[in-house]
């Protein structure tokens, strides 16, 4: 018999990555995983095809393409990367294609990785938070959570994903040397814990709610890794870099003007986080996460398989 086919947006990233490779790693072997790519001979998709994923091509922006690389799966894993192009016009209009082809595709369950949007809670005419782009409050967020409406009528799981702590290596947001020469973490959250996760677990929770069947369609399903305040993390980052890291916060009114793309709209967002921490934090319970992948890695281990990568990340910092 023919296994079932999960499709898999993003399959060369990091969440959809994850999820290919716990699709194959599987002793089950209960599903049959298409890697979707605009890339199919890329490094990274040339290494998937290796292990036993089937590559296709796929762009979120050609319709037409998606349609064929959804064709005759069971399950599709979507994600979108506002971070490529800083556009949350386009990732909703991305999202848009994405429900279009899975409807033609008349595929059975739909994973749909997203986040909270948070004009919800802080209308655009609310002070506490200023307006970006015109429309949005936190442009990353917002466009996800305003496209989760049109996976309605669709056999949907919404995937609420939380802080990458891959962050710290790939985004800049790790420890950095201050001017006396000790290491400091920014991280603007006050004493409010986190959630985070690493990247690579997202797409092994993906691949729980898929193995479970038709559970959690019609559901939102939080994850996260733990939940730690920016002193617990820096506790974690001494033991692993074998010195002193110091928490540092600040009003988040100052990080908006750090001056890196993105800044205001990561300002933003940590202000969500800290202005609804219960909220937030409630929606991304860990023993659930841990239900869907027994395997979820805690801070301390992630920092432990990248120890190497957060030394080489310093090194790279004035």
């Not at 609804?276 to 841990?290: C, D, G, I, K, Y």
């Amino acid at each position: 018999m023919t296994k079932p086919i999960i499709a898999v947006v993003g399959a060369t990233g990091a969440q959809g990555g994850g999820l290919v490779r716990s699709i194959l790693a599987d002793p089950d072997r209960e599903f049959e995983v298409r890697a979707i790519s605009r890339k199919t001979d890329s490094p990274a998709a040339r290494e998937l095809a290796a292990k036993g994923a089937a590559v296709v091509f796929g762009d979120l922006d050609d319709p037409a393409s998606l349609e064929r690389a959804f064709k005759g799966a069971h399950g599709l894993f979507a994600v979108t990367n506002f971070w490529e192009h800083f556009s949350p016009e386009r990732e909703y209009s991305q999202a848009q294609n994405i429900v279009d082809a899975a409807r033609r595709a008349d595929v059975a369950h739909v994973v749909w990785s997203t986040l909270e949007d948070t004009r919800e809670r802080v209308p655009l005419h609310d002070k506490r938070m200023p307006t970006l782009m015109q429309r949005y409050k936190v442009p990353h967020f917002d466009a996800k959570g305003e496209a989760d409406a049109l996976f309605r009528g669709l056999p949907t799981t919404l995937l609420r994903t939380s802080f990458y702590w891959d962050n710290l290596i790939h985004f800049g947001m790790g420890p950095r040397r201050g001017e006396e020469g000790s290491l400091i973490f920014l991280l603007p959250m006050g004493e409010h814990p986190l959630p985070g996760i690493a990247a690579v677990d997202i797409g092994a929770c993906a691949f729980g709610i898929f193995k479970r069947g038709s559970r959690f369609i019609g559901q939102t399903v939080g994850i996260a890794g733990e939940h730690l305040t920016g002193s617990a993390m820096s506790a974690e980052l001494s033991k692993v870099l074998g010195e002193p890291v110091r928490h540092v916060t600040m009003p988040h009114a100052v990080y908006a003007q750090l001056g890196f793309p993105g800044a205001e709209d990561l300002a933003n967002m940590f202000q969500y986080k800290c202005d609804f921490n219960a909220e937030f934090r409630a929606q991304r319970p860990v023993a659930l996460s841990r239900e869907l992948h027994p395997g979820l890695l805690s801070f301390g281990q992630w920092l432990a398989l990248h120890r190497d990568g957060l030394r080489a990340s310093l090194q790279e910092k004035p």
